[in-house]
């Protein structure tokens, strides 16, 4: 079945650390792929997307993530962590469910805090 | 501004009550899609349509039902609340080219509970 998975649904790092948030899915075809960020008590935010360029893509903020097709992987970094970074992270992946119809779906979330 | 704008953005229902969630977007997008946001589950996704007159079924279907009579709005609306349903919803929409979607665009959110 066609899925995305997020490890780790809480991940804490300190300001200036390097961070690493981490998507896999699950597909016999590469979807395009997303990484969004919601702070509280808002909807989502586009950070970057996967659109079979590029395997490395830049994003907002300071954010990339990398596309590994041997990994089926599109984990998201940014080199040094700020503040203004918490929030909650969500990766999705645009399936094929058949002729031309497709479905965004995303992972569980990773709630990102980050440390004084 | 252009985008994607939900009304209300925050609800109380009694058990049983109906009600219809809106959803309007000004950016001509074929493609329209409701998800429900619970902790711990992500979004997943309700209904979607890829035009006037065209929806079909999502993730979690049930106890909801949507139309769309026109490209700019796709309301959900919610027969019989139960508080399974209490969540935070979202509408989004996109265009497609070639039946890929791209430049998903998300409403803010309605806060709803089932009480």
């Known amino acids: 079945a066609q899925s995305v998975t997020q490890l780790g649904s809480h991940v804490s790092v300190s300001e200036g650390a390097l961070v690493l948030l981490r998507c896999n899915y699950s597909s016999s075809v590469p979807p395009y792929l997303f990484w969004y960020v919601q702070y509280p008590n808002q909807g989502l935010q586009l950070l970057l997307k996967y659109t079979s360029a590029a395997t490395l893509v830049k994003g907002i903020n300071g954010f990339e993530a990398e596309f590994k097709k041997s990994e089926t992987s599109f984990h998201l970094t940014k080199p040094s962590a700020h503040m203004s970074d918490a929030a909650e992270y969500f990766c999705a992946a645009l399936f094929n469910s058949g002729g031309s119809n497709y479905k965004l779906t995303f992972g569980k979330g990773t709630l990102l805090t980050v440390n004084p | 501004n252009a985008g994607v704008t939900q009304t209300p953005k925050f609800q109380v229902l009694k058990t049983g009550q109906s009600m219809t969630l809106q959803c309007a977007q000004d950016?001509?997008?074929?493609?329209m899609s409701w998800y429900r946001q619970d902790p711990g589950m992500g979004l997943r996704l309700i209904h979607y349509s890829v035009g006037a007159g065209i929806t079909d079924q999502g993730e979690v279907p049930n106890g909801y039902n949507v139309s769309r009579s026109t490209t700019e709005d796709f309301p959900l609306r919610l027969l019989s609340a139960a508080p399974s349903q209490t969540s935070v919803y979202f509408c989004?929409?996109?265009?497609?080219?070639?039946?890929?979607?791209?430049?998903?665009?998300f409403g803010s959110g309605t806060r709803l509970t089932v009480v």
């Open positions: 950016m001509n997008h074929e493609y």
């Open positions: 989004a929409s996109s265009y497609s080219i070639g039946g890929l979607l791209y430049g998903y665009t």
